[in-house]
DNA sequence: GACTGGCACTCGGTCTGCCGGAGTGCCAAA
DNA sequence: TTTGGCACTCCGGCAGACCGAGTGCCAGTC
C-alpha cells in the first residue's frame, strides 16, 4: 500500500511538531495543531500504516510517535522545500564576513558564522590543496644550510617548510632555485606536480643536484604526500541543547568523532556532486554518529568547488533551515574567495 | 587551632581517595585504605575540625566528606609531591614529538599528546608574536598591485596578508622595498617594531613612499594590532569521563567557555612566573569555570618563555600526576623550539 | 588530655504500590 | 472511508517503607 497525500502530509506535522517540541507527538495534538480536516482517528490510522512502513515509531506502548531516519530521509527528500533565509540572516552574514583580512580569517569567522546561525556544531575545511593550484614558491634563507619553503595556493593558503640543505649554499643560487621552481611549477594544479618535480632534479646540473633533490623531496611532501587537509571546528557547546536527550545519553562518541579530523574531512569533504548533502543518523558511517545527522556542501570561488562545509547536529533538527543557512553560508564564502 | 600533622595527612587521604572513586569518603573507609594508626571515631573529629575550617565539606548530613576548593588548595600547597614520571609517559612524549616538520605540527601533536596523558582537555598557545623576533619579511608580488606579505618569526611562526597598492610596481621596486623593509625590521622583536616602521615611510623617497605607507599599515596590522595568539584544542571528549558529575549537571559552560579564544588565553597565557600554575575552581575569574582546574605552565626554548600550555578538567583531578606531565611536556618542547 | 568504643540519629537511595493522564488499537456505526 | 467510543497500556510522579552508610556525641580508658 502506498502512501497517499494525506499520510505524508501527516507525517511532515509530526515531523515539524517533534522537532519543534522535542517530545514524542500524538493523534489529538495533531489535528489541533495543523489542519488536516480530519478526526484523531482518521490520523491514527494513518499513522499506523507510517509506522508500519517504517517511517516513525512508539518510543513504547500509549506514547505519541517520533520519525524514524527513514522518517527524516523522506521529509527531506520529498516533504520539505528550502526555507528562504530572513533578511536579517542574510545581513548577519554580510556583516560577519567582510573584514575579514586572510584566509585563516575567513575560515575562522565562517566557521563561527555556521555554529550561531544553525546552533549546531560547525566544520569548514580551509581550501583543498589538492584542487588548488600554485600561485608561487618562495624561499627564504634561514642560515647559510637551511631555507624556508613558502608555498602560496591560488587559493590563499600558504603552507611553509624548512629545508635542511646538504651543504651551504650562496644567495645568487637561491635565487635561481627560486627562478627555476617557479618556472616549472607556478600555475599548475598541485595533483600534477609531483612529474615537474622530478623533472627538476633530472634537468639539474650536476654540481647544484645534491641541492635540489633535497629541496624536491620537501616540495614533494609539501605538495602531495603531507597535502593535508586542514579544517575549523566551532559551536560544541550547541550539543547541549536539548539536553542530552538527543544523542542517547552521552555526548562522548559525538565528542570523540569531532576530535578526529579525518572522520570530520570525511563527513564534509565528500565533494562529489555539487549539491548539498543530507546524511541522517544511520547513514553515517562512523558509528558514533550514528545518532547525528550532517548537512554538507562544497564552496569554491564561482563553480569551481575548492573545499566542504557543513554543520553536524541531533537527527531531530531543523533540515529546511539548516539546509537554507548552509547553502547560503557557502555561497557567500564562495563568492569572497572570487574577489581574491 | 591550627592542624596538626595527622589532620593533613586525613585531609590528604581524603583528596586522594576521592579523586579516585569519586564519592564522599567516610571515616572507616579511610583507616581502612590508609595506615593512620587512629580509629575512625578519632578521624571523626578531625574531620570535624577540617570541615569547620572549611577545607573538606558534606554533600549532606550522613554523606561522607569531600574536598573544598580550600581543601584541594591546601593539598597541592603543601600535601603533594610531584610525581616523576613513568618511563612509559617519557618514552610516549618522546615518540610523539619527534617527527613534527612545522610548527603547525609540533603544536598539533603537543596538543594532543597532553590530552592524551592527562586525560583531560588540553590547550596550547602557539608562540606568542608579542615574544617573538622578526627572522625575515618576504615580499610577494601576486599581480602589480598586489604583493603578499609574509613574516617569518624566530619562533618559526609564519603570517601572512595581502597587501593592496595604491598603484602598480615593477618587479625591481619590490625587491628594493624587500631590502629596505628587512634591514630595517630583521632580528627586532616584534613590540620594538612600530617606530622603525614609521621611519621607513619617513626615509624613504617621494614617489614610492605611498607604496611605501601602504605596506607600512599592513605590516603594523600584521606585527603589532592583529598581532593575535592562536591556539589548539584538544581531549574535549575528555569531559565525559566520570558522567557529568564533575561540571555540576552540564558540559554547557565549559564547552562555552572553551570555545572562546580570550578566556583560553587569560588561561593559559598568563606567563610571569615561570613556574606552573594551577588554578582551582572558584580560583578561576571565568564564571563559566568555577567547577573546572586549570593547570598551566610557559614553554621556550632554553629560559626564555614564549607561550603556553596547559589543561583543563574538574576540580577532582589528579592534581601531581597532571602537573607533573604538564611540565615535562612543556619542557620538551621547549627543547624541540630550541633545536631550530 | 587524647583516643576509643558504643549508640542513637540523620538522610540519601532504592524499592514498592498506587494513581492519573495521555495515547493507542479496535470495533461498530455513519 | 471516516468517525466516535471504549477498553487497554504504560509512563511519570508521588508517598511510604526499608536499608545502610556515616555522622556526632558521650562516657570510659590509657
Request: net charge negative.
Amino acid at each position: 500500500m502506498s502512501l497517499d497525500d494525506r499520510k505524508l502530509e501527516v507525517l511532515r506535522a509530526i515531523v515539524e511538531d517533534y522537532v519543534e517540541t522535542q517530545e514524542p507527538v500524538g493523534s489529538k495534538a495533531l489535528v489541533e495543531r495543523h489542519q488536516l480536516g480530519v478526526s484523531p482517528a482518521t490520523v491514527r490510522n494513518d499513522m499506523a500504516v507510517l509506522e508500519e512502513e517504517g517511517y516513525i515509531r512508539q518510543p513504547h506502548t500509549s506514547a505519541g510517535r517520533v520519525p524514524t531516519d527513514a522518517g527524516y530521509r523522506l521529509f527531506v527528500d520529498r516533504l520539505s522545500k528550502v526555507k528562504a533565509l530572513s533578511p536579517a540572516e542574510r545581513r548577519a552574514i554580510e556583516r560577519f564576513l567582510i573584514g575579514a583580512v586572510d584566509l585563516d580569517d575567513v575560515v575562522h569567522r565562517t566557521v563561527r558564522l555556521l555554529a550561531q546561525l544553525t546552533r549546531q556544531v560547525a566544520v569548514v575545511q580551509y581550501p583543498s590543496l589538492a584542487r588548488s593550484s600554485v600561485r608561487h614558491l618562495e624561499l627564504v634563507p634561514i642560515s647559510t644550510t637551511r631555507l624556508m619553503l613558502v608555498m602560496i595556493a591560488d587559493t590563499g593558503r600558504v603552507e611553509q617548510r624548512l629545508v635542511e640543505l646538504p651543504g651551504p649554499v650562496p644567495a645568487d643560487d637561491v635565487t635561481d632555485l627560486r627562478r627555476r621552481v617557479n618556472e616549472k611549477l607556478a600555475g599548475k594544479r598541485l595533483a600534477d606536480t609531483p612529474p615537474l618535480v622530478q623533472g627538476l632534479v633530472d634537468d639539474c646540473a650536476p654540481e647544484s643536484r645534491a641541492t635540489m633533490a633535497c629541496l624536491a623531496s620537501v616540495l614533494l611532501e609539501t605538495l602531495v604526500e603531507r597535502s593535508e587537509e586542514r579544517l575549523a571546528l566551532a559551536g560544541t557547546a550547541n550539543l547541549t541543547r536539548g539536553g542530552v536527550l538527543d544523542f542517547q545519553g552521552t555526548l562522548r562518541p559525538v565528542l570523540e568523532a569531532l576530535e578526529e579530523e579525518v572522520i570530520l574531512l570525511k563527513l564534509i569533504g565528500d565533494l562529489e556532486p555539487s549539491t548539498t548533502r543530507v546524511r541522517i543518523g544511520d547513514e553515517n558511517e562512523i558509528d558514533n554518529l550514528r545518532s547525528a545527522s550532517v548537512v554538507s556542501t562544497g564552496y569554491g570561488p564561482g563553480a569551481t568547488i575548492v573545499g566542504g562545509l557543513g554543520v553536524l547536529g541531533p537527527t531531530r533538527m531543523d533540515y529546511p533551515g539548516t539546509i537554507a543557512t548552509v547553502r547560503a553560508v557557502a555561497r557567500y564564502v564562495g563568492d569572497l574567495l572570487a574577489q581574491n
